[in-house]
């Protein structure tokens, strides 16, 4: 070292202090970049959640601050939508990228289904594992609860929850048995399986059980993350919450103002809250895509056990605006601009071909319905990847078509909450049943769907109407007995 300082031209000592500086000093040009090309993924999925449920969406009587924190650091997408306003559907297009009606899946599946998701499906976390991503699940599953069906069949390394939803369990809401005899259609359920991998670990049976899950998967999550933090991973982590029966812990029982159901946001925003913290732990924030939705509006006849629609008509079970638009925020730093919010149209069947799109993953070689929308993430101004979405329900069902801010609701029956008294406590109200004409809503001024414009704009519906058309040689429609041209069926178990 001598030597080295005699050989200094004038002046190098100054120099050489400057390299020492480099070299020590965190935070310096020698920052390892983050490897943009593979980040890490994680997707909080909330169930029956509303648009309105969030704080930067108008919740109100509780806070949400580390949800607000994503959203403030991230991008808040205001027409952001589910694939279908129903469980199993909205999983199923969540997870492959395509239209659930498109590759046989409906509904909500039930214990005793004797179909789940096909294995000649790409899920994410298969599109993922191409780029050697550990892949993990914690949560309600709900796309098949025999092994065939299970997340490890499909793509996932790891998986701890439920296999399907939390109210499908055998105890009436106040807790107590229901007796075998009765007439009560929960008395065909077993109790919950807490599903380990691929074997039953243990058993949802009361609500203080319930009020466990929150805490359980948090904690199953963080330990995945503890042991993949240094290669790229997957984290899709499904919530059984806010889906009725609600649980919550003591660590929030008591604390809104809004009862049990503000009570539950407010332990799902700690649960988002301590993900993020893991992530800062291992300093993986700079690269992890963080992605918060729901799977469908909220159960809107539960009344004060139910969430909130922001305005949105209708609810969970619709293919108007409350049952499928719903809350979500992105976070990527660097990429997505903080702070910022998208209008355009986007749902959650476009994450899968986004994915593919930033990790350079090879997409299936089958039709998906999702599009790309990372130049929307990135808040490129003039970006617009997607114009047109399809609003499927029952089996296979078209029941609207949205193009740009225009919707064209078709002619169908469904369920309504509107003019019935909701339930309290846990107990549902009863549904009304209702029906429309053909309609026309301008989403930008009429975000409500209050006011039929259908005879002022006979231009539009002419033009939604040629996307009506594909849809149903495409995909088909039972309303008009079209079956459709490019449907897969779904997995089905050998008998």
């Not at 050697?132 to 997340?151: C, E, Q, R, S």
């Not at 749902?347 to 790309?372: F, M, Q, R, Y």
């Amino acid at each position: 070292m001598k030597n080295f300082f005699v050989s200094l031209r004038p002046g190098g000592h100054a120099l050489l202090f400057a390299l020492i500086l480099v070299i020590l000093l965190p935070g310096t040009s020698c920052k390892k970049e983050p490897d943009r090309s593979r980040p890490n993924v994680v997707i909080i999925f909330i169930d029956d959640q509303g648009y309105g449920d969030i704080g930067p969406n108008g919740a109100i009587d509780y806070i949400t601050p580390n949800i607000d924190k994503l959203a403030a650091e991230g991008m808040r997408f205001t027409n952001f939508y589910a694939a279908q306003a129903v469980c199993s559907a909205s999983r199923a297009g969540l997870l492959t990228g395509c239209y659930p009606n498109r590759i046989g899946i409906s509904g909500a599946l039930m214990p005793w289904a004797k179909i789940g998701i096909s294995d000649q499906e790409m899920t994410i976390a298969q599109l993922l594992k191409q780029k050697g991503y550990a892949t993990g699940m914690v949560g309600k599953w709900h796309l098949g609860d025999k092994k065939p069906f299970l997340p490890l069949q499909h793509g996932f390394d790891d998986y701890l929850g439920l296999p399907y939803s939390n109210d499908m369990w055998p105890v009436d809401f106040d807790g107590k048995p229901i007796p075998k005899d009765s007439k009560s259609w929960k008395a065909k359920y077993p109790p919950l399986p807490i599903i380990d991998g691929n074997e039953k670990v243990g058993e949802i049976r009361t609500l203080d059980d319930q009020g466990k899950l929150t805490t359980m998967y948090t904690e199953r999550a963080l330990k995945f993350i503890d042991e993949h933090h240094n290669e790229p991973f997957f984290l899709y982590m499904a919530h059984s919450m806010v889906h009725v029966p609600l649980g919550v812990s003591d660590k929030f029982k008591g604390k809104s103002k809004q009862g049990m159901f503000g009570d539950v946001m407010m332990e799902v925003d700690w649960s988002v809250g301590e993900v993020m913290k893991a992530l800062d732990k291992y300093g993986l924030t700079d690269n992890t895509l963080v992605i918060y939705t729901s799977d469908n509006g909220p159960w809107l006849n539960f009344g004060n056990w139910a969430g909130s629609t922001g305005g949105l008509r209708e609810g969970k079970g619709t293919s108007w605006e409350g049952g499928q638009r719903e809350p979500c925020i992105m976070r990527w730093p660097g990429v997505i601009p903080e702070g910022t919010i998208c209008n355009k149209l986007s749902s959650t069947i476009d994450i899968l071909p986004t994915l593919a799109e930033i990790t350079g993953a090879k997409l299936p070689d089958h039709i998906i319905d999702g599009v790309n929308i990372l130049p929307l993430m990135k808040g490129e101004e003039n970006a617009n990847p997607r114009n047109v979405f399809y609003y499927y329900y029952q089996r296979n069902s078209l029941e609207a078509v949205r193009k740009g801010h225009w919707k064209l609701v078709l002619p169908h029956k469904y369920r309504s909450y509107e003019g019935v008294p909701p339930g309290h406590d846990g107990f549902p109200g009863p549904y009304a049943h209702d029906s429309t004409d053909l309609a026309l809503y301008n989403l930008r001024r009429d975000p409500g769907e209050r006011y039929n414009v259908i005879d002022q704009h006979p231009d539009v519906v002419k033009d939604i109407m040629i996307e009506v058309q594909k849809a149903r040689e495409d995909l088909g429609d039972d309303l008009t007995g079209n079956p459709g041209k490019n449907r897969r069926p779904p997995g089905k178990l050998e008998e």
